[in-house]
């Protein structure tokens, strides 16, 4: 299995021929050379996870595509197929077992509303929580894909769940609101923080990919 990150949050996901795609949001290029989609996650429904023009372009490309996401991006996305799926749910879909933890979304602040929001657990090796810190219970989790940063999120909180986890290996993602001292300072601290449940971290910037 191989993993690529693009900007942000999006990740590629790739056994053999098949391909899952994982929240194409604003901040994300076009996507091109997706011949093998089998599926797409959107972990809620916040613009930096999806965009209409993202998903008509992969529509258009992949007809029938199936689309996974909690019941608010169902809401946020009228018009679209949506399969909704919520935590203790597990999909199957081509090369892909999709297990699904979490519920909510970080908070951000008190005066702005917290939706749903997933995290995926793919074929038992890479966990990506979307934006939350929910830890997936009675997993040993592989590889985490963990947020580097975001509105919501403080470091001390990130690698406080990051030490939770105890990854074997992990890398960063969620990272487009950071500059690039910012993020490499954040990657230290969750590299810090891997280390100490003996694993790696990896740094990956968009196009780079990880075999699993």
């Known amino acids: ?14 056994v053999n021929q098949d391909t899952l795609l994982v929240d194409p ?5 076009p996507l091109v050379d997706l011949g093998g989609l ?3 996650v959107i972990t809620h429904e916040h613009p930096d996870h999806w965009t209409p023009d993202h998903l ?3 529509l258009r490309d992949a007809p029938g595509t199936p689309i996974y996401a909690p019941s608010g991006v169902a809401r946020a996305a009228e018009g679209y197929e949506i399969t909704v799926v919520a935590p203790g749910d597990t999909v199957e879909v081509g090369a892909f077992t999709l297990r699904f933890f979490g519920g909510t979304h970080e908070v951000i602040h008190s005066s702005l509303p917290v939706v749903e929001n997933v995290g995926v657990l793919v074929n038992d090796e890479l966990y990506y929580p979307g934006d939350s810190y929910a830890v997936p219970e009675g997993v040993e ?16 909180e990130a690698m406080d769940y990051v030490l939770a986890v105890k990854p074997k290996r992990s890398f960063g993602t969620h990272d487009m609101t950071l500059s690039v001292i910012g993020k490499n300072m954040h990657r230290q601290r969750l ?12 740094v990956l ?8």
């Open 1 to 14: 299995m191989r993993v690529t990150k693009f900007e942000h949050a999006t990740l590629r996901i790739d």
């Open 25 to 29: 949001g604003s901040f994300t290029s």
């Open 38 to 40: 089998v599926g797409v």
């Open 56 to 58: 008509d372009r992969l």
């Open 141 to 156: 989790v592989d590889t985490l894909a963990a947020p580097l940063g975001a509105p919501w999120l403080k470091i001390g």
């Open 191 to 202: 590299q810090w923080a891997t280390e100490q449940g003996g694993g790696e971290f990896t």
């Open 205 to 212: 910037e968009p196009g780079d990919a990880l075999d699993l």
